[in-house]
C-alpha cells in the first residue's frame, strides 16, 4: 500500500471558491458572510476522478492524506471569525471527500488561525475535524502570510494547539499559506522559507523537551535543510544542543515534495530513510511537465523508486512511516483490515 | 590560484564593534556619534593572521574577496547616517587589511543601506571604496533586518545601485545581515531564506534584460535553489519565463559555501561550473569540526577536492569564475602578472 502525505485539494468546485471571495467582500464591507453554496456529490466526484484520483491511479499511489488548499487557507485575511468560518467550510468539504472515497483519501484539517489570535479555536476545529475522522492538522507558523508577526513555534503560545494535538495523538504538517509580501513568491520562495525556518526554531528551542509525543511534518523535503545539512549540525553543536537526531528527529519527519531526482537521491543521502514520507503535493505548485524526463516534475514516486532502496525502507517510506507519524491513519487502516 | 569569493572580517578588533555600540547608543540618546578610535597596523595584523590568513593557508587558498562582518551590518540600526558612517568605518578597516596583506585579500564594500532610505548614499560608497580598489559589494536585500519591507529586488527602488555596478563592471553579492525578527535566526534561516527568495524573485522578474551586464553572486550555495532545482525549472516554465540557464542563470552564481559533502555533490551534479565560485564563509557561521569527518565544516575546499572535477572545471571554480564574475579582481591580479 502506497499512501502519499501530501495532497491539497486544489481542485475544489468553484462555487467554494466563489464563496470565499464574496465572505472577503461581505467582511471587508461590514456585513455578515453570504450562505454557504450548495455543492452537489457528483460535482465533488468530478473534480476528484479527474484530477488527484486519475493521477492516483496513473503513477501507482493508493491513498493521500487530503487537506485544504494550503495556499487559499490566507490566513491573514479577514479576522478570527472569517478564518474560522472559512477552515469549517473548508473542512467539511474535505470530509465530503473522504465520504464519496473513503478507501483513497483521509483528512487532515486547515485551521481557523488569525494574526494575533490565540490558538483555542484552532484547537476546538481540530477536535470536530478528529470526530469527523480526520488524522492531523495543517499549522501556519506565519498566520500574517509573510510579514512574520507571530512567535517562533518554540513560544508558549503555540502550546494549546500542540497540547491538543498531542491529547489527540495526530501530527501536524508545518504549512505556511500565500504570502502578501511580495518580497515571497508563495511556492517559490514562502514555502521553502518557512520550513528552513521552522527546522531552525526546533534546533534553538527545546520544544520536544516539553512535547516529548509531539509530532510534525515538514514539507517538501524539509526546505533548505537537508542540501544544508552539514550546516545544521554545526549550528546545533554551535549552540550546545544534542545531535539533530536526538534533538530534533525524533519528533520531525520531511516528505518527498522534491522535484528532480539529485534532490530526492540527496534527502536520502542524509536523513534516515525513518523520517522521510512519500508526498507528491498533487494537484499542486508545479503541474508541468520536466522536459528533461517526460514526466511530471511532481511525480516524486519515480525518483524513489530509481533510488533502490531495499523493501524495507521502501516500505517504511511509502507507507510505514506515514501510519507510524499518522496513528489514527493506521487504525482506520487497521480497521479494514489493512 | 585559489580565490574564495566569501570572507567576511568577523575578527577585527574589539574597539570596531565597541565604537558600534556606542554609536547606536549615541544615536537612541540623540547625541552625535562619537570619534572612531584608534586601532594600531600591528592589532589589524594580529586580527588576521591569527585567524583567516593562518585557516587560508593550512586549507591551501592563496586569497579571499573580503568584506565587513555580514551580521553586523544591521541596516535596521539606526537610520542612514548612522549606517553611512558606519559603513565607511566597517570599509576603510578593509581597505587598511587589503593595504596590510595586498596578495591575500581583496575589498568587498558594505552599502550604507537603511530601510526605507533611496541607494543614493550606497551607490556613492560604492563608487568610493572601488577608488580605494575594492571589487564589488554586498547588497542587503532586506535592509530591514528579517522585517522584509523593502520591494522585491526586481523593483526600479534598486536600480541606482544596479546602475552604479554596471557603470562600475563590479558585482553584488546578496548578503542579508542579522536579524531583529525572532522567528528567524540569521545564519541558520535569514541567510538562507534570503537567498531562495531572490532567486526566485529574479525567476518572477525580467530584471536582466534591462541590465544584462548585471552580474549577482548567491551565497551559501545559492540557499535551497540546487536541492530544489527541478520546482525552479517548473515554476519558471509554469510562469511562462526562459529555461534559467538563458533567464538568470547568465547574471547569477552560487558560492559553495555548503558544509557537507553530500550538499556540494549536489550543487554540482545540478548547476553548472561556470555559475560556481569557490566559498567558505570563513570564519563564519559555522565554525566547529564535523565529528563525522575530523574538519572543519566550512572548509569546504575538501568537498570539491573529492568532486574529481577536470582541470579545466577546478580552475572555473577555483579562480577562473571569480576573475569573470570580478574583473577589477582579474585587473588587479594581471597586473600583477598573475
Excluded at 534546533?203 to 552539514?230: K, M, N, S
Excluded at 549540525?233 to 516528505?255: I, Q, T
Excluded at 543521502?269 to 520536466?290: P, W
Aim: some cysteine; proline content about 7%; charged content about 20%.
Amino acid at each position: 500500500m502506497i499512501i502519499d502525505c501530501h495532497g491539497h485539494y486544489t481542485t475544489a468546485p468553484g462555487q467554494h471558491d466563489l464563496w470565499r471571495k464574496s465572505q472577503l467582500t461581505a467582511f471587508r464591507e461590514g456585513r455578515p458572510s453570504p450562505g454557504y453554496p450548495a455543492i452537489s456529490d457528483d460535482e465533488i466526484r468530478e473534480s476528484i476522478e479527474q484530477n488527484q484520483l486519475r493521477l492516483l491511479r496513473e503513477r501507482g499511489a493508493d491513498m493521500t492524506i487530503f487537506s485544504p488548499r494550503a495556499s487559499a487557507m490566507a490566513h491573514h485575511e479577514g479576522d478570527e471569525r472569517v478564518s474560522g468560518e472559512w477552515a469549517r467550510a473548508c473542512n467539511d468539504l474535505i470530509a465530503r471527500v473522504v465520504g464519496l472515497f473513503p478507501e483513497t483519501f483521509i483528512g487532515v484539517c486547515q485551521l481557523p488561525q488569525s494574526p494575533g489570535a490565540g490558538l483555542t479555536a484552532s484547537a476546538a476545529e481540530l477536535e470536530r475535524c478528529v470526530q469527523m475522522g480526520f488524522v492531523g492538522c495543517n499549522l501556519n507558523p506565519d498566520p500574517s502570510g509573510g510579514r512574520w508577526t507571530a512567535p517562533p513555534l518554540t513560544d508558549r503560545y503555540w502550546y494549546p494547539i500542540f497540547e491538543k494535538m498531542v491529547e489527540l495523538d495526530v501530527p501536524a504538517m508545518v504549512h505556511v499559506s500565500s504570502s502578501c509580501n511580495p518580497n515571497f513568491h508563495a511556492t517559490g520562495a514562502h514555502y521553502i522559507n518557512a520550513d528552513t525556518t521552522a527546522f531552525m526554531q526546533f534546533i534553538q528551542g527545546d520544544l520536544f523537551a516539553d512535547f516529548p509525543g509531539l509530532r510534525l511534518v515538514i514539507p517538501h523535503g524539509g526546505g533548505a535543510v537537508p542540501y544544508h545539512w552539514g550546516r545544521y549540525r554545526g549550528l546545533a553543536d554551535m549552540l550546545h544542543k544534542p545531535p539533530l537526531d536526538e534533538h530534533v528527529m525524533r519528533n520531525v519527519s520531511f516528505d518527498t515534495c522534491v522535484y528532480h531526482q539529485p534532490g530526492i537521491d540527496l534527502l536520502f543521502e542524509v536523513i534516515d530513510t525513518g523520517s522521510i514520507l512519500f508526498g507528491s503535493e498533487m494537484v499542486g505548485a508545479v503541474r508541468g511537465i520536466d522536459p528533461q524526463t517526460g514526466h511530471y516534475f511532481d511525480d516524486t514516486k519515480r525518483y524513489i523508486d530509481k533510488l533502490g532502496l531495499s523493501e524495507a525502507d521502501a516500505a517504511k517510506v511509502l507507507s510505514g512511516n506515514a501510519r507510524r507519524v499518522y496513528p489514527r491513519l493506521d487504525q482506520a487502516l487497521r480497521a479494514r483490515g489493512l
